[in-house]
């Protein structure tokens, strides 16, 4: 059995999106942590974090990310899970990450045309308020996601490119 994979990178990155295509691809299982937090809370991210706070969603989203040990699957994660705590630290150990990669500008681009009251954490924001929100937190959060075995540019690269790389990084260390 080969380790999960695990997809990380900002919100609007295409995680779940390009992330089942991948899946489907590989004929293994598809799963999204948030969904599964969702399924198991009964109520939605942004009704979450108003009645709990955020902090209590990371460590539940931790907990979560840490069921996926033995699962031989595609699992995409939330934007911030790697960078909380040692998750990604703990994802590269368990699994093979790979990092989808945007420029700031792109995830803007992604993102303006997303509901973004589904996101709390752009709840609120005008365009230009999202694009530097995205600038800032991106850089803050790329050192984390960098840390990913494989990262490529999923809007530039098809995806028979990627499963190549995905299987020889699996060969070599099976
Ligand atoms: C978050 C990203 C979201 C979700 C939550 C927090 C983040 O997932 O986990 O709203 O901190 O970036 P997506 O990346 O799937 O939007």
């Given amino acids: 059995m080969d380790k999960p994979i695990f997809l990380v990178g900002f919100m609007g990155s295409g995680k779940t999106t390009w992330g089942k295509k991948l899946a489907a691809k590989l004929d293994i299982p598809f799963v999204d942590l948030d969904h599964e937090i969702v399924a198991s809370m009964g ?9 709990f706070g955020e902090e209590k969603f990371r460590l539940l989203e931790r907990e979560f990310l840490q069921k996926q040990e033995q699962r031989e699957a595609i699992i995409s994660t939330g934007g911030g ?3 909380y705590y040692d ?3 703990w994802i590269t150990q368990h699994g093979l990450a790979l990092y989808l990669y945007h420029t700031p500008k792109s995830l803007w681009a992604r ?7 589904k996101r709390p954490l752009l709840k609120g924001f005008s365009e230009d308020e999202l694009l530097t929100f995205i600038e ?9 996601y960098e ?5 490529f540019e999923q809007i ?3 995806l028979e490119e990627i499963i190549a790389l995905i299987q020889q990084y699996q ?3 099976r």
């Fill in 136 to 144: 800032n937190k991106l850089e803050e959060r790329a050192p984390f």
């Fill in 171 to 173: 060969s070599t260390t």
């Fill in 111 to 117: 993102l303006s045309k997303s509901d973004v009251n």
């Fill in 43 to 51: 109520m939605s991210i942004p009704e979450y974090f108003e009645k």
């Fill in 87 to 89: 998750n990604m630290e």
């Fill in 156 to 158: 530039h690269t098809p």
């Fill in 81 to 83: 899970t790697p960078c």
């Fill in 147 to 151: 840390q990913a075995q494989l990262k």
